[in-house]
């Protein structure tokens, strides 16, 4: 029989990221006999069981090795959380108790002795509940904060605060869940770190109204992720690239420009070619420059012999799209410029759709408040020569309008899409299962991303799906890695992302992931640095195995 004792309540304080990482020291004394809540929401006595301190000792550790912080060594930072025994039988385990109806609880504690080859840490939590309304119908969020003190600094130079992330509960009680809450945070690896764990009952999608139970937080240290390598990056806004293979060979399009800006007249496109995976580059050759006419690359494919086509769109006195198709990556023809009812923003990467044809998927709009956005499928039956267009939804709002996708198409009927948000931070998630006649939009988990382009790439021999895109603003290439049947009518249940690379934190300077494969190798091209100079670069990273994918629940 299930018997929850509630133990070790702590002064009702609050201790601020800088009084926790000061006060190392600190140890909270504790009240007896206040009855509290516990993460099956019932009423039991507090037990004064000795004091307990809050920061972590320093171990040696390498990076990979992860150090861990139990309930007995973090403290209240915020609200009224409770210290709690989650009992049964003769098995007894510490948890913080957070609310699912009052905002604002959090408990923090310190880490240090960090390797000195350590320069980011990975933090993730191990949660549970006793409650036995606990159900996957029902999520709750959570959130970190993270801060560090380094010399010559102030303390609030490094603070970073986390997004929320939601997951499902278990179906039963007593099953814990191991949630990531941030991938890639950098650190001083002299410098101790402050970690600090708030459970968001006030954001929506926290739907589950009873306490739960915050057991562990576990840091584990990071080395440097790999360099990229450099597609071009001589004077100038080299940017929005698009990379194709071409058999062995990959094919990196780019424009290149003055500034961040699609209709300059001097912005025109280039390619270059690699047959190394990406460590060298030949001359850069010319595919589009019209006199009078801005042009950006905006998508890729291949068509039915393996010849590449390139979307690039062009400005000037109308809004054209035109096609383009190469067999070597040198050597591009233009081979269409449809003219289409409704004139896209952007058409986006082609693919292959049986009993269709190619397939591309546009988006149409002014990104105004107005209910004037649409999207939809262009389709060609004649590798290119000519499309037909259909309108998918019209008359969205921004907040509604799914933007530069990436679809895949997964067989039986079933095409899988994710495409940017316009407002906030997310991805929309897109499915067909009649071949792309007919869709179903929906808001997906994945938050850690800003106003950047997706890019799927679907393994035929494994089943994976990877999703790869940049956080712009932090400056984070990312992955999430899946299998589709998870997340095809379950949008909210992406696993967690993973840091692949780094490169430029400003915002507008960098971003938009393009990625393609060879073999068991993903390529994935975007761009990089500071207006008015950036640069195109591109990351490998080997396709995911078959072992299950990292989750957040």
């Known amino acids: 029989m299930l018997e929850i004792m509630l133990s070790l309540r702590t002064r009702r304080m609050s201790v601020s990221l800088l009084s926790a990482a000061l006060l190392v020291g600190w140890v909270p004394s504790l009240a007896a006999s206040d009855p509290e809540q516990s993460p099956d929401g019932q009423t039991a006595a507090v037990v004064n069981e000795g004091n307990r301190g809050t920061v972590a000792r320093s171990r040696e550790r390498?990076?990979?090795?992860?150090?861990y912080l139990t309930a007995n060594e973090m403290s209240i930072a915020t609200g009224q959380p409770s210290l709690v025994l989650m009992s049964s039988g003769s098995t007894h385990i510490p948890v913080w108790s957070l609310s699912g109806g009052t905002p604002g609880q959090s408990v923090s504690g310190v880490v240090g002795g960090f390797p000195n080859d350590c320069v980011a840490v990975k933090v993730e939590i191990v949660v549970t509940t006793t409650d036995p309304t606990t159900s996957p119908d029902y999520s709750d969020v959570?959130?970190?904060?993270?801060?560090?003190?380094?010399?010559?600094?102030?303390?609030?130079?490094?603070?970073f605060l986390g997004k929320p992330v939601p997951t499902a509960l278990p179906a039963a009680p007593f099953y814990s869940r191991t949630i990531l809450l941030e991938s890639y945070y950098e650190v001083d690896p002299q410098a101790p770190l402050t970690v600090r764990i708030q459970r968001e009952p006030g954001d929506p999608n926290d739907s589950f109204t009873r306490p739960t139970g915050l057991a562990t937080v576990k840091v584990t240290p990071l080395k440097a992720l790999a360099e990229s390598h450099v597609v071009q990056d001589v004077s100038g806004y080299n940017s929005w690239p698009m990379i194709q293979a071409i058999g062995e060979k990959l094919v990196c399009v780019y424009s290149r420009g003055t500034a961040h800006s699609i209709k300059e007249d001097v912005r025109a496109v280039f390619a270059r070619t690699s047959t190394d995976g990406g460590k060298t580059w030949t001359a850069e050759t010319t595919v589009a420059d019209t006199p009078g006419d801005g042009e950006v690359t905006v998508a890729k494919g291949l068509d039915s012999t393996g010849a590449m086509l390139l979307?690039?769109?062009?400005?000037?006195?109308d809004w054209n799209h035109d096609l383009y198709r190469t067999t070597d990556g040198v050597t591009f023809t233009r081979v269409a410029t449809p003219d289409l009812a409704v004139q896209p923003m952007q058409i986006t990467d082609v693919f292959a759709v049986p009993t269709v044809g190619l397939m591309a998927l546009w988006f149409a709009g002014d990104y105004s408040d107005k209910a004037a956005q649409s999207w939809g499928t262009l389709t060609s039956r004649d590798d290119g020569a000519t499309w037909t267009q259909t309108s998918i939804e019209s008359g969205l709002t921004k907040a509604n309008w799914p933007t530069e996708p990436s679809a895949v198409y997964l067989g039986d009927g079933r095409i899988l899409a994710v495409g940017r948000t316009e407002i906030g931070q997310g991805q929309f998630q897109l499915v067909s299962t009649d071949y792309g006649a007919t869709w179903k939009r929906s808001q997906t988990n994945i938050r850690d991303v800003h106003a950047s382009t997706p890019s799927l790439i679907h393994d035929a021999e494994t089943g994976l799906l990877s999703n790869y895109y940049y956080e712009r603003g932090r400056g984070i290439l990312r992955r999430r890695v899946v299998d589709p049947e998870i997340v095809?009518?379950?949008?909210?249940?992406?696993?967690?992302?993973?840091?692949?690379?780094?490169?430029?934190?400003?915002?507008?300077?960098?971003?938009?992931?393009?990625?393609?494969?060879?073999?068991?190798?993903?390529?994935?091209?975007?761009?990089?640095?500071?207006?008015?100079?950036?640069?195109?670069?591109?990351?490998e990273f080997p396709a995911p195995t078959t072992e299950k994918p990292h989750s957040s629940r």
């Open 488 to 539: 095809f009518d379950h949008p909210l249940n992406w696993p967690a992302s993973e840091a692949i690379a780094i490169a430029s934190p400003i915002a507008w300077d960098s971003g938009n992931a393009n990625a393609t494969v060879i073999g068991n190798k993903h390529y994935v091209a975007f761009y990089s640095g500071e207006a008015p100079n950036t640069s195109v670069l591109v990351s």
């Open 311 to 317: 979307w690039v769109r062009r400005i000037g006195k």
């Open 62 to 67: 390498t990076a990979g090795s992860a150090v």
């Open 142 to 159: 959570y959130r970190v904060h993270l801060s560090q003190m380094v010399e010559d600094a102030p303390f609030t130079e490094r603070y």
